[in-house]
């Protein structure tokens, strides 16, 4: 197989392998979201009910039930930024239409079509929380690259400031290593000047001066 075939594949499984990772975000974020949602309703239902404030319940009810669009997608999102190349629109956009029609098919089972979308004031809800969730999508996942470039050019010049001391180091060795060098070689050079001197004595011992044989009158 060539080199032409392989490389479009490679490109489709790449593409593949996102969009799954996309998808997983956002059922993710509508399983976790709302496991949250129910444990906090629990605890402040009751002050709801004490409060008597039907605005106020509305208005809790609609916050706390649009969690997993509005607050942990976005984390999501802007955790998975920090270490992956993502495709900022494209992620928000598919992970919250992914929650979103997880979330009807549920109330499809559950309420039938007519149920599902009686309510005016709940489909208002839903096409509010699903743009709003897309916006703060995209704000967290620039966030996020926004960070990691951070990171990355901190680290580059912090590689940089390596080099710099591994290359000061390395020649500050090199002069030394030279320094050395010099100090043997010169060294080396001193007894072998001294060598001619030391000799003439050496020499002269060994030549004495010539004795005359005539005996003294």
Excluded: C
């Excluded at 976005?74 to 029609?101: D, K, Q």
């Excluded at 005016?120 to 509010?128: C, I, S, T």
């Amino acid at each position: 197989m060539s080199e032409r075939k392989v490389k479009p594949l490679a490109r489709l499984e790449a593409k593949a392998r996102q969009f799954m990772l996309i998808v997983g975000f956002g059922f993710i974020a509508y399983t976790g979201g709302t496991i949250l949602s129910v444990m906090l309703m629990n605890r402040l239902n009751h002050r709801l009910v004490a409060a008597d404030s039907r605005v106020l319940y509305l208005a809790v009810v609609i916050f706390v039930g649009q969690m997993w669009i509005l607050f942990v997608l976005p984390a999501l999102i802007h955790l998975a930024s920090r270490f992956l190349e993502l495709p900022i629109w494209r992620t928000a956009i598919v992970g919250a239409l992914t929650g979103t029609l997880f979330n009807f098919a549920i109330r499809f089972v559950g309420n039938g079509v007519e149920q599902t979308f009686a309510d005016p004031l709940q489909n208002l809800v839903w096409g509010g929380s699903l743009l709003a969730g897309i916006f703060f999508s995209v704000w967290a996942g620039r966030q996020g690259r926004a960070w990691a470039d951070v990171r990355q050019k901190a680290a580059e010049q912090e590689a940089v400031g390596r080099k710099v001391q591994y290359d000061q180091f390395l020649a500050e060795s090199v002069a030394l290593a030279e320094r050395r060098e010099a100090g043997r070689a010169q060294a080396a050079a001193v007894p072998a000047v001294a060598a001619p001197v030391e000799a003439a004595p050496a020499a002269a011992a060994a030549d004495p001066a010539p004795v005359d044989p005539k005996p003294p009158a």
